[in-house]
């Protein structure tokens, strides 16, 4: 159980595009999702806590505007990376957090490799 | 069968306690390993690398057997600030993970009680 899921699993793009970036938690329902970073050599970032049917928490020095989260259902948040450039080519891991528990249990997807030319 | 995979737990342990951790790994070429401590909302943090030959860094003690594919965890003198998440992540190379082909395991909580 608490199976998370990303998609896609890589992807590659051009500098200017906007980029779509999905999160799901596979059988449970996560009121409160994570979007972290990770440049090579680098631990993740977080960069934005995610909750359902309210507006994204961002971290400072993560511009909103630039990443758009939306986390419409219970099972799903998006993060849109909007006119990515090079530098924005980073690892983008999601997390769901498992309501119900005595503890916050944070489950991991398998991460979006994103590369912008 | 899951890349790395963890004891969930929680694992409720008096303080002072010798508690251990294992992680077992699908990937035989995996290249590197490692454990990171991940606190309650916050990113997960490297705690340490974990190397063939077995590695202490204070209280903590990293084990690797490649044989079995497995990675231990053993935490001496359990303190209250040892309350956290412990990840078992994986540098699989080329084959996946992300940017440095880390993959991580959904992590074992660890409670110290007084």
């Known amino acids: 159980g608490a199976v998370v899921s990303q998609h896609p699993s890589r992807v590659i793009c051009k500098s200017g595009t906007s980029v779509k970036i999905e999160c799901r938690s596979l059988?449970?329902?996560?009121?409160?999702m994570f979007w972290y970073r990770q440049f090579p050599k680098q631990s993740l970032m977080l960069m934005a806590t995610?909750?359902?049917?309210?507006?994204?928490?961002?971290e400072q020095g993560v511009e909103k505007d630039k990443f758009l989260i939306n986390h419409a259902s219970l099972t799903l948040s998006t993060l849109t990376v909007t006119s990515a450039h090079p530098e924005d080519s980073s690892f983008y891991i999601c997390?769901?957090?498992?309501?119900?528990?005595?503890?916050?249990?944070?489950?991991f997807g398998p991460g979006t490799r994103l590369t912008v030319l | 069968r899951k890349e790395v995979e963890q004891d969930p737990g929680p694992f409720n342990v008096p303080e002072g306690a010798t508690v251990a951790f294992n992680c077992t790994y699908s990937?035989?070429?995996?290249?590197?390993f490692f454990w990171y401590r991940q606190d309650c909302r916050k990113e997960p943090k490297l705690l340490m690398s974990v190397y063939s030959s077995g590695n202490e860094d204070g209280r903590f003690t990293a084990q690797l057997n490649r044989a079995s594919q497995y990675i231990s965890l053993l935490i001496r003198d359990s303190k209250l600030s040892d309350s956290a998440t412990y990840l078992c992540?994986?540098?699989?190379?080329?084959?996946?993970?992300?940017?440095?082909?880390?993959?991580f395991g959904k992590g074992t909580h660890l409670i110290i009680q007084p």
């Open positions: 992540v994986v540098n699989m190379g080329d084959s996946g993970g992300g940017a440095d082909g880390l993959t």
């Open positions: 997390s769901a957090e498992l309501p119900g528990q005595a503890t916050d249990t944070q489950y």
């Open positions: 995610s909750n359902e049917g309210s507006k994204a928490t961002y």
């Open positions: 059988d449970f329902q996560a009121t409160t």
């Open positions: 990937n035989s070429a995996s290249q590197s």
